[in-house]
């Protein structure tokens, strides 16, 4: 149910737009300030340790109409509608209110018309993400448009395959078809990544830890954690694909680059299948390049290019900040608790059944 409620809510690469609540997100960077020296490990590199958010409302794909760079009245708009928002759903209930309407409170999608997780819970970030001292519409800035290239032919074929297949097999038919993030398997969206990108739902926070020959990064949703390898390593043969790639970092000056192949295929699939349409027909050839640096005391510019020519048309690329939090990064406890397995499967079997009669009742009879 998670899963489906993160789709919903964040259905659409405009998503990013709609309202939420940042409990931990720590206030928007300013301009590097000209006294800071960058922190350094034992081993003389930038040191990137500690917790980190990339929560923000700023959109993965550039809404239509806007610049990169947003106006101080547009960011205070938008800013403004966020916390209007999370004023208004914070009002106590009314005890004597009536009951919700037979089928459902009006929402839509897979929760089924009852409604999703109170507003209290829904962490989504609250401030548009600066960059370079720039509050930005979008996280893609290449191409210049802000918007995910056209697919090849070769992609548009296999993303209609893939489509097919979905609506052959729901993804709630069986156990195996179930998506990885509801099994608890995968982040929701592309959390975890690579690229690393906010779900606009919760969680969307990370450790990272170093040593002189790996980096790791542990993302809150899922409770996912890459592993890095830095400087040389054998790379994994093609055969072997582990979930969020097989990922080797190198130190260009003070930036940490992380180049990612060998994307496990169920991950692949699940790009398909998640909110970010950004993924959707990518192929086993895909390579993502990712770039962290430390650029503020309270900062990490991450950028990423992602490098599919069986896929897209070019090469595209964004940026987004990672902000330094205080607060403590819990486990996941994604699966505690749950039985609705047998309910799931049960409402599957439920409306084959009834296809079948419907089936029935249609043929002539003798």
Same mark, same amino acid.
């Given at each position: 149910?998670?899963?489906?409620?993160? @789709?919903? #809510?964040?259905?659409?690469? /405009?998503?990013?737009?709609?309202?939420?609540?940042?409990?931990?997100? /720590?206030?928007?960077? =300013?301009?590097?300030?000209?006294?800071?020296?960058?922190?350094? =490990?034992?081993?003389?590199?930038?040191?990137?340790?500690? !917790?980190?958010?990339?929560?923000?409302?700023?959109?993965?794909?550039?809404?239509?109409?806007?610049? %990169?760079?947003? =106006?101080?009245?547009?960011?205070?708009?938008?800013?403004?509608?966020?916390?209007?928002?999370?004023?208004? %759903?914070?009002?106590?209930?009314?005890?004597?209110?009536?009951?919700?309407?037979?089928?459902?409170?009006?929402?839509?999608?897979?929760?089924?018309?009852?409604?999703? +997780?109170?507003?209290?819970? @829904?962490?989504?970030?609250?401030?548009?993400?600066? *960059? $370079?001292?720039?509050?930005?519409?979008?996280? @893609?800035?290449?191409?210049?448009?802000?918007?995910?290239?056209?697919?090849?032919?070769?992609?548009?074929?296999?993303? /209609?395959?893939?489509? &097919?297949?979905?609506?052959?097999?729901?993804?709630?038919?069986?156990?195996? !078809?179930?998506?990885?993030?509801?099994?608890?398997?995968?982040?929701?969206?592309?959390?975890?990544?690579?690229?690393?990108?906010?779900? +606009?739902?919760?969680?969307?926070? +990370?450790?990272?830890?170093?040593?002189?020959?790996?980096?790791?990064?542990?993302?809150?949703? *899922?409770?996912?954690?890459?592993?890095?390898?830095?400087?040389?390593?054998?790379?994994?043969?093609?055969?072997?694909?582990?979930?969020?790639?097989?990922?080797?970092?190198?130190?260009?000056?003070?930036?940490?680059?992380v180049e990612t192949t060998n994307f496990h295929p169920s991950q692949l699939v699940a790009f398909t299948t998640s909110y970010n349409a950004a993924f #959707?027909?990518?192929?086993?050839?895909?390579? @993502? *390049?990712?770039?962290?640096?430390? *650029?503020?005391?309270? =900062?990490?510019?991450?950028?990423?290019?992602?490098?599919?020519?069986?896929?897209?048309?070019?090469?595209?690329?964004?940026?987004?900040? #990672?902000?330094?939090?205080?607060?403590?990064?819990?486990? +996941?406890?994604?699966?505690?608790?749950?039985?609705?397995?047998? $309910?799931?499967?049960?409402?599957?079997?439920?409306?084959?059944? &009834?296809? /079948?009669?419907?089936?029935?009742?249609? &043929?002539?009879?003798?």
């Amino acid at each position: 149910m998670r899963l489906h409620i993160m @789709i919903q #809510f964040a259905s659409g690469l /405009a998503a990013a737009w709609a309202p939420g609540v940042a409990h931990a997100q /720590a206030a928007a960077p =300013t301009k590097p300030q000209a006294s800071w020296t960058v922190p350094r =490990t034992p081993d003389g590199r930038p040191d990137l340790q500690g !917790n980190w958010s990339n929560a923000t409302l700023t959109s993965f794909e550039r809404p239509v109409g806007l610049p %990169l760079v947003l =106006t101080k009245a547009q960011v205070a708009q938008l800013e403004k509608v966020r916390s209007d928002t999370i004023e208004k %759903l914070g009002q106590r209930s009314d005890p004597n209110r009536t009951a919700p309407p037979v089928g459902g409170d009006g929402s839509t999608g897979a929760a089924g018309n009852v409604g999703g +997780y109170n507003y209290f819970w @829904i962490d989504a970030g609250d401030h548009i993400a600066v *960059v $370079n001292g720039e509050p930005r519409s979008s996280m @893609i800035t290449n191409p210049p448009n802000g918007r995910v290239p056209p697919l090849t032919p070769a992609g548009r074929a296999r993303q /209609a395959e893939r489509f &097919k297949r979905l609506r052959q097999f729901g993804e709630y038919d069986n156990p195996e !078809n179930r998506p990885l993030a509801e099994r608890c398997l995968m982040s929701f969206g592309s959390n975890a990544g690579p690229p690393m990108l906010p779900n +606009y739902f919760y969680n969307n926070n +990370y450790t990272i830890v170093q040593t002189p020959d790996h980096v790791m990064i542990m993302t809150e949703m *899922v409770h996912d954690v890459r592993i890095i390898r830095l400087e040389g390593g054998e790379r994994l043969p093609p055969n072997v694909r582990p979930w969020m790639g097989d990922s080797h970092g190198r130190w260009e000056g003070d930036t940490l680059v992380v180049e990612t192949t060998n994307f496990h295929p169920s991950q692949l699939v699940a790009f398909t299948t998640s909110y970010n349409a950004a993924f #959707f027909g990518t192929s086993d050839s895909l390579r @993502i *390049v990712e770039r962290f640096t430390r *650029v503020d005391e309270h =900062t990490i510019l991450y950028r990423f290019t992602v490098d599919d020519p069986a896929t897209f048309t070019q090469l595209w690329s964004g940026e987004l900040p #990672f902000l330094a939090m205080d607060d403590l990064v819990y486990e +996941y406890a994604c699966h505690e608790a749950n039985y609705a397995m047998s $309910n799931v499967l049960s409402g599957a079997r439920a409306e084959e059944r &009834k296809a /079948a009669s419907r089936k029935s009742a249609r &043929k002539p009879k003798p």
